[in-house]
């Protein structure tokens, strides 16, 4: 069974560009989350969905946004991008509230 | 606010060492998992352990949920054990809170 899928594995940005990251949750999955981990940190939480609807927001401003689709995949979108965004960008799915697995990330460089 | 502490943040050994690395955490969780993160960043699922004992291999995990730790335990140190260790914890909301990771060396 394939894992997550995240796509594109690499992405370069100019400052106030706009960004959209997708994410194939593991079959049967329907929890999708985002998370944020920028270097020497562990990830922080960025936005839960569910069934297409959002649960939880983590502590990020307005700029980022994400949706999930009706086959559980889910897109982040981050508008008008800073220096500091860039990040890796991690995206896991899980059933309801048990055991998260993980993507294998998008590397974003903002310059 | 939800802590979660990750000790030491720093760990060293030669190869064929034991170690043990710990995870504290501030408030009671519905899951746990430990984590190992791969030199290009994608996180490896080692256990999901909210409480009590498991194992797999040369590593072993128990977490103590009414004294809020965990620990991680890996025997005969090889190479490829080098990484980043994060636990995470939920607590009864939609997201997982991970500690800062220890950054484990293993010199052969």
């Known amino acids: 069974d394939a894992g997550v899928t995240q796509s594109p594995t690499h992405l370069i940005k100019t400052r106030g560009q706009h960004v959209t990251l997708r994410c194939s949750p593991i079959?049967?999955?329907?929890?999708v989350s985002w998370y944020q981990q920028v270097l020497g940190q562990g990830p922080q939480f960025i936005f839960q969905y569910y069934e297409k609807e959002e649960r939880g927001r983590g502590n990020f401003p307005d700029r980022f946004s994400a949706r999930q689709f009706p086959n559980y995949s889910s897109e982040l979108n981050v508008n008008a991008l800073l220096l500091g965004d860039s990040a890796l960008y991690l995206c896991?799915?899980?059933?309801?509230?048990?055991?998260?697995?993980f993507g294998q990330g998008t590397r974003l460089t903002v310059v | 606010g939800i802590q979660v502490e990750q000790s030491p943040p720093d760990l060293i050994l030669q190869e064929g060492a034991n170690s043990t690395l710990r995870c504290n955490f501030s408030?009671?969780?519905?899951?746990l998992q430990w984590f190992h993160q791969n030199p290009w960043g994608q996180l490896i699922n080692l256990f999901y352990i909210p409480s009590g004992t498991k194992q797999n291999g040369r590593l072993s995990a128990t977490t103590v949920a009414t004294e809020r730790y965990s620990l991680l335990y890996i025997s005969s140190s090889q190479t490829t054990d080098s990484g980043v260790y994060f636990c995470?914890?939920?607590?009864?909301?939609?997201?997982?809170?991970f500690g800062t990771g220890t950054r484990l060396t293993i010199i052969p």
């Open positions: 995470a914890a939920n607590f009864g909301n939609e997201k997982l809170t």
């Open positions: 408030d009671s969780v519905n899951n």
């Open positions: 896991a799915s899980s059933r309801a509230r048990t055991e998260a697995f």
């Open positions: 079959s049967g999955h329907k929890s």
